[in-house]
């Protein structure tokens, strides 16, 4: 149950992502800097996707270690 709390949580930020990603695309029509945006923002949703796959691996680690202490 909480899996699925978390993963709905992800697409949520990926809707955000390619909203974020269509705005900034139309507002800017340099093609430069859009190759510039899009390259940043697709570092920036690379490293919070591994923020969020770390933490619940780290997350998960804790429950076991809890489950196995009692």
């Known amino acids: ?3 699925s709390d978390n993963n709905d949580h992800t697409d949520d930020n990926h809707y ?3 909203y974020l990603y269509i705005y900034i695309f139309k507002l800017d029509q ?3 800097r859009k190759k510039i945006l899009k390259m940043f923002i697709y570092l ?3 490293l919070l996707e591994m ?3 770390v ?3 780290l ?3 804790n ?3 809890k489950r196995i202490l009692s």
């Open 1 to 3: 149950m909480n899996n």
């Open 16 to 18: 955000i992502y390619i």
């Open 30 to 32: 340099n093609r430069k």
């Open 44 to 46: 920036y949703v690379f």
């Open 51 to 53: 923020f969020y796959h």
């Open 55 to 57: 933490c619940s691996l």
């Open 59 to 61: 997350n998960n680690n």
């Open 63 to 65: 429950n076991n270690k």
